[in-house]
């Protein structure tokens, strides 16, 4: 079965190759939304099909030889990309427009292998403040003429200064480019450019709400490292503020699960996730229940409420080549973690960090309680 998906752009008939114009004067029948049915001329043929709401099911009884007129390039987050995953028994032939993600970086002089594309179609925009914080330059393609207001509200929860710029009717008679105002009536047809106008911002830049229990940013760093971070998931127990498994995954773009026994400060771990744009879950309690339904780790992390059977039950689900690390600064945490480390193998480590203080008329080190961590990889069995 063959599906030929043609894309349009504002700038409507007009703007087509004669390759994709002759292809739609051959098509008997083209489906599309009504914007895009209404750029074709009255004298073409086809029978005009208007997407149905809701739009997939009709995707999964679309006949051989129809034809699909869509958005810019229908591979980039368009409806040729959701034929492709949904309906693999098509052979699909494909005549793309510019996507408005090519036309936006056209207008803007970005350079687009710098830029971060994030679709706010029927998705969650929260990964605009991640790349925002990491200094990325961000071209949202918008839902409608309401997303704008939210990623500026996205943007303002999260702290962050940065230009927004709006990008009206790409490419057609009635484009538009300007700095976003709250002010403005946005088309819905827009897609949404964001200049952080500075370099990156590291975790330790975050202020991470909290009430006493946090990993200092010293600390925080050698822990991370130890953690290794990628794109995966990080289970951190005894979350605290959440900032060790937050700034994990600001480092590798991953994903928190949060363990926490206080409600309180579970509360406050989702709002520092919040602001720094990390995707969290949050399971309440004393320690999770590690048979429930959720992601399986890269990492763990066990700040607070080390035990035995946590650091068996840790291992049990972490993956080959996952890492454990679990800090802590009681005597008896400490023997724990010499006792695990005999058990499991890993590295034990004591930091200690001091910090200048007045004494008298001059200053001296005051040293911090040390710290002791048991870093452990799963090997391949």
């Not at 925009?125 to 939210?150: F, K, M, W």
């Not at 724990?336 to 005999?342: D, E, S, T, V, Y």
């Not at 200048?356 to 001296?364: F, I």
Request: net charge negative; hydrophobic share 45%; aromatic share 4%.
């Amino acid at each position: 079965m063959t599906v030929t998906v043609v894309g349009i752009g504002a700038d409507g008939w007009a703007g087509l190759t004669d390759g994709a114009r002759r292809e739609l004067q051959g098509a008997t029948t083209i489906h599309g939304a009504p914007r895009h049915l209404e750029y074709l001329p009255e004298e073409l043929a086809a029978d005009r099909r208007p997407w149905p709401s809701p739009l997939l099911p009709a995707l999964d009884d679309l006949p051989d030889g129809v034809h699909v007129l869509a958005s810019g390039d229908p591979m980039f987050y368009g409806i040729g990309a959701t034929l492709s995953r949904r309906r693999p028994d098509l052979a699909l032939r494909v005549l793309p427009h510019l996507s408005s993600f090519a036309l936006a970086c056209a207008r803007l002089g970005w350079p687009a292998e710098e830029v971060v594309v994030v679709s706010a179609v029927a998705r969650d925009p929260a990964p605009v403040v991640r790349a925002v914080r990491a200094g990325r330059r961000v071209i949202v393609l918008s839902e409608s003429g309401s997303t704008p207001a939210r990623l500026a509200d996205l943007l303002g929860d999260a702290g962050l200064a940065a230009t927004v710029t709006v990008l009206e009717q790409l490419g057609g008679p009635k484009e538009k480019v300007r700095t976003y105002r709250r002010s403005l009536r946005v088309d819905d047809l827009n897609v949404v450019a964001i200049d952080p106008g500075a370099p990156g911002i590291s975790d330790g830049d975050l202020e991470f709400e909290h009430d006493g229990q946090i990993t200092k940013p010293d600390v925080r760093a050698l822990t991370v490292a130890a953690l290794r971070p990628s794109a995966g998931w990080i289970w951190d127990f005894g979350a605290g503020s959440g900032s060790v498994g937050i700034s994990w995954a600001l480092a590798g773009g991953g994903s928190v699960v949060a363990v926490e026994r206080r409600a309180d400060r579970a509360e406050r771990v989702a709002r520092n996730a919040a602001r720094a744009g990390v995707p969290i879950e949050l399971v309440v309690g004393d320690t999770a229940d590690l048979t429930a339904d959720l992601p399986l780790p890269d990492a763990i992390f066990v700040g607070g409420g080390l035990t035995e059977n946590l650091a068996a039950a840790c291992v049990n689900v972490l993956p080959p080549g996952g890492r454990l690390v679990a800090n802590t600064v009681t005597v008896e945490g400490q023997a724990l973690a010499a006792a695990l480390r005999g058990r499991y193998g890993g590295e034990l480590r004591s930091y200690t960090v001091a910090d200048l203080r007045p004494l008298g008329e001059g200053t001296a080190w005051q040293p911090r309680r040390p710290i002791v961590q048991w870093a452990y990889v799963k090997e391949s069995s």
